[in-house]
């Protein structure tokens, strides 16, 4: 049984992401892009907790390396824009969501984009996306 945990484009959970893909243009000289995501299941009777027993772990992976667009250590994760400020800091880091996720509208977890890098070169990146580590479901 596949798990129902995925990226949505909103926070009524009605907008997958296609494969979790990022698609993003920056100009040169512009200033950074803020985007927001959510991470979530439509199935309200269901739980999220990392296999391990820690945090649920949110990375940015690139695929397409030295394809000339952004790479995961240009992107700063939080679960606040408040928080983006922060994690502008460490640009690449995971973003923990410990105490595991629960299933439905109200459980999904708000997730900030930042996305830095150079300015002076414009990039386009389309093969950017969004993974956790490994994550069991429950039923809630």
């Known amino acids: 049984m596949a798990i129902t945990l995925q990226f949505y484009a909103d926070a009524a959970l009605t907008s997958p992401l296609s494969s979790a893909t990022l698609t993003l243009d920056r100009e040169i000289g512009g200033p950074t892009v803020d985007a927001q995501v959510f991470l979530g299941s439509t199935n309200a009777q269901r739980r999220f907790e990392a296999a391990d027993g820690g945090?649920?772990?949110?990375?940015?992976?690139?695929g397409v390396p030295g394809d000339g667009g952004f790479v995961p250590t240009d992107i700063a994760l939080a679960q606040s824009q408040y928080g983006l400020a922060q994690a502008a800091a460490i640009p690449g880091a995971p973003l923990n969501i410990n105490g595991g996720i629960n299933g439905g509208v109200p459980g999904a977890v708000p997730i900030w984009l930042r996305f830095l890098g150079n300015?002076?070169?414009?990039?386009?990146?389309t093969d950017l996306a969004l993974t956790t580590n490994t994550v069991k479901e429950f039923a809630a």
């Not at 300015?119 to 990146?125: E, G, I, L, R």
């Open 55 to 62: 945090p649920i772990q949110i990375s940015v992976l690139d």
């Open 119 to 125: 300015s002076y070169t414009p990039k386009t990146s």
